[in-house]
């Protein structure tokens, strides 16, 4: 069915969100696979840890998003061997981006959130389209349920405009037990609204400590 | 030279816009999507009677529209009937067919019978020839026993002991399938419905929150209203939301001063003029 004609693209749902703060950044992404009206699995992972500070997320066609984290993992550890440390997450992000345009003309169907700790230890998330077009941004979000999350992220993180001189930073004030406690309540809601977004929720947490992972169960109709 | 005689109103579509509308999705139009009930309805025999059930959640595409949709219709007071398909039909169809059951009470003096509902039913959507997309599971339990009937968007119908429709139709009746039999009591039969719906509900991105159940016996009808609620919301922020003035910008503001009242004279006699 999903073979019909040229098609060669399907949509296995699911919902991914990030947000940056002062010193940390949290990335979180249900872990419902769909296609169609079924569910193929409750309990799949769309986050992929890349490095120490990096953390991707990615919502779509898992057939691509499971080639696009392993290309860029293998890129990753080539990195590494040629310079003896770890991948920066700006580094990261702009290796993603060249990554999904050289597919440009055949794209990864795939929806992504990048999140991590910049250099100075600061939250950092970038934002892709499926050709590569990023940009840096204090949260954001991705997937089927994104367009339920995103007017509620933009009231609770007023992001200042990026076109704004002096450039203010984009990273919320708020503590990380409040970051994740809205990336919980604006998942639930996401949930109760968008039939591809339950089941359970993974939330990834990148602080000065390392990586840190929680779940919380999602309504699973 | 032409005669300029109204044709009488035939009933039905008319299919005068097709052309316009296909020229308007040609260049590009979005048509609004329909609500449809994606759903999971079923209905079974028992050895008093029948029991109905449906789920609550009716979808616009992806979106959840109600979280709650009563999907059990009211037919006669014997008589209810599961809806599946666009919401809009199914509303319209059952309604219509009610207020023709309760006329037809009315001028026969007797309780209605399943076979007349299922007879208005499938007559309608036959000369609609499927645009009326409502699939109907019809229970009942009149002076001849026991009955329920699938209604297809077409018109045809099907009599059976137990049945499912909808996009979780599958999922009920995999568990139909699996543990139904003849001779069932009122506990075996409430409980095989209700498990019915929760497949449809878990396994079926269409269907989802509550299970409503119908038991209809001789002389006796119990429309259980959210039978079952499964699915409570499983995280609410304890620290709630407060929107202060400023929270949301304000980009500009026009004021437009209303007009001064105009004084009504007392005793006018604006009407006799």
């Given at each position: 069915?999903?073979?019909?004609?040229?098609?060669?693209?399907?949509?296995?749902?699911?919902?991914?969100?990030?947000?940056?703060?002062?010193?940390?950044?949290?990335?979180?992404?249900?872990?419902?696979?769909?296609?169609?009206y079924?569910?193929?699995?409750?309990?799949?992972?769309?986050?992929?840890?890349?490095?120490?500070?990096?953390?991707?997320?990615?919502?779509?066609?898992?057939?691509?998003?499971?080639?696009?984290?392993?290309?860029?993992?293998?890129?990753?550890?080539?990195?590494?061997?040629?310079?003896?440390?770890?991948?920066?997450?700006?580094?990261?992000?702009?290796?993603?981006?060249?990554?999904?345009?050289?597919?440009?003309?055949?794209?990864?169907?795939?929806?992504?959130?990048?999140?991590?700790?910049?250099?100075?230890?600061?939250?950092?998330?970038?934002?892709?389209?499926?050709?590569?077009?990023?940009?840096?941004?204090?949260?954001?979000?991705?997937?089927?349920?994104?367009?339920?999350?995103?007017?509620?992220?933009?009231?609770?993180?007023?992001?200042?405009?990026?076109?704004?001189?002096?450039?203010?930073?984009?990273?919320?004030?708020?503590?990380?037990?409040?970051?994740?406690?809205?990336?919980?309540?604006?998942?639930?809601?996401?949930?109760?609204?968008?039939?591809?977004?339950?089941?359970?929720?993974?939330?990834?947490?990148?602080?000065?400590?390392?990586?840190?992972?929680?779940?919380?169960?999602?309504?699973?109709? | 030279?032409?005669?300029?005689?109204?044709?009488?109103?035939?009933?039905?579509f008319?299919?005068?816009?097709?052309?316009?509308?296909?020229?308007?999705?040609?260049?590009?139009?979005?048509?609004p999507p329909f609500r449809k009930t994606g759903t999971t309805i079923v209905g079974?025999?028992?050895?008093?009677?029948v029991?109905l059930g449906a789920d609550t959640r009716a979808t616009e595409g992806?979106?959840v529209a109600d979280k709650n949709f009563e999907k059990i219709h009211f037919m006669a007071?014997?008589i209810y009937c599961c809806g599946a398909g666009t919401a809009a039909d199914t509303e319209a169809v059952t309604d219509m067919v009610s207020s023709q059951l309760?006329?037809?009470?009315?001028?026969?003096?007797?309780?209605?019978?399943v076979?007349?509902a299922l007879t208005l039913l499938k007559s309608h959507l036959f000369s609609y020839q499927g645009h009326v997309s409502a699939a109907l599971v019809l229970g009942g339990?009149?002076?001849?026993?026991?009955?329920l009937h699938t209604v297809y968007p077409h018109g045809s119908t099907d009599?059976?002991?137990?049945a499912t429709m909808g996009s979780g139709s599958?999922?009920a009746?995999?568990?139909?399938?699996?543990?139904?039999?003849?001779?069932?009591?009122?506990?075996?039969?409430?409980?095989?419905?209700?498990?019915?719906i929760?497949?449809g509900i878990?396994?079926d991105?269409g269907s989802g929150s509550n299970v409503d159940v119908c038991?209809?016996?001789?002389?006796?009808?119990?429309y259980?209203r959210?039978?079952?609620?499964?699915?409570?919301?499983?995280?609410?922020?304890?620290?709630?939301?407060?929107?202060?003035?400023?929270?949301?910008?304000?980009?500009?503001?026009?004021?437009?001063?209303?007009?001064?009242?105009?004084?009504?004279?007392?005793?006018?006699?604006?009407?006799?003029?």
């Amino acid at each position: 069915m999903a073979l019909r004609g040229d098609w060669m693209y399907e949509n296995n749902g699911g919902t991914c969100v990030a947000i940056a703060g002062i010193d940390y950044c949290v990335v979180a992404a249900d872990t419902r696979l769909s296609v169609g009206y079924n569910i193929l699995t409750r309990d799949h992972s769309k986050i992929c840890s890349l490095a120490d500070k990096v953390v991707l997320a990615s919502s779509g066609f898992q057939g691509d998003i499971r080639a696009l984290h392993k290309n860029l993992a293998a890129r990753h550890l080539l990195y590494q061997h040629q310079h003896n440390k770890q991948m920066s997450c700006p580094a990261m992000g702009q290796l993603l981006s060249n990554t999904l345009y050289y597919k440009r003309f055949f794209p990864y169907y795939a929806f992504n959130v990048l999140g991590g700790l910049d250099n100075e230890g600061k939250g950092c998330v970038f934002t892709y389209d499926a050709v590569g077009s990023y940009e840096r941004v204090g949260y954001s979000t991705q997937g089927s349920g994104s367009s339920l999350i995103m007017p509620v992220l933009d009231n609770q993180l007023k992001s200042p405009s990026p076109l704004l001189l002096p450039a203010r930073d984009a990273v919320t004030p708020l503590s990380e037990t409040e970051a994740v406690d809205l990336v919980k309540d604006v998942f639930a809601s996401a949930t109760e609204r968008d039939i591809y977004t339950g089941d359970k929720l993974e939330i990834v947490v990148i602080n000065a400590s390392g990586i840190k992972r929680e779940y919380l169960e999602l309504r699973k109709d | 030279m032409g005669r300029m005689t109204e044709l009488p109103t035939k009933g039905g579509f008319s299919f005068d816009l097709c052309t316009r509308n296909d020229m308007l999705l040609k260049n590009g139009l979005q048509m609004p999507p329909f609500r449809k009930t994606g759903t999971t309805i079923v209905g079974l025999v028992f050895q008093d009677g029948v029991v109905l059930g449906a789920d609550t959640r009716a979808t616009e595409g992806p979106i959840v529209a109600d979280k709650n949709f009563e999907k059990i219709h009211f037919m006669a007071p014997n008589i209810y009937c599961c809806g599946a398909g666009t919401a809009a039909d199914t509303e319209a169809v059952t309604d219509m067919v009610s207020s023709q059951l309760q006329l037809h009470r009315y001028a026969t003096g007797r309780e209605s019978r399943v076979v007349t509902a299922l007879t208005l039913l499938k007559s309608h959507l036959f000369s609609y020839q499927g645009h009326v997309s409502a699939a109907l599971v019809l229970g009942g339990f009149d002076v001849t026993g026991p009955h329920l009937h699938t209604v297809y968007p077409h018109g045809s119908t099907d009599t059976l002991p137990f049945a499912t429709m909808g996009s979780g139709s599958l999922a009920a009746m995999s568990v139909f399938e699996s543990k139904y039999r003849e001779g069932l009591t009122r506990e075996e039969g409430i409980e095989l419905v209700a498990e019915a719906i929760c497949a449809g509900i878990f396994n079926d991105l269409g269907s989802g929150s509550n299970v409503d159940v119908c038991v209809i016996t001789e002389g006796k009808t119990e429309y259980l209203r959210n039978y079952q609620l499964p699915n409570p919301r499983t995280y609410i922020s304890s620290k709630g939301y407060t929107f202060v003035k400023g929270q949301t910008e304000v980009l500009s503001t026009k004021i437009t001063s209303i007009q001064p009242k105009v004084e009504a004279v007392e005793g006018g006699d604006a009407m006799e003029e």
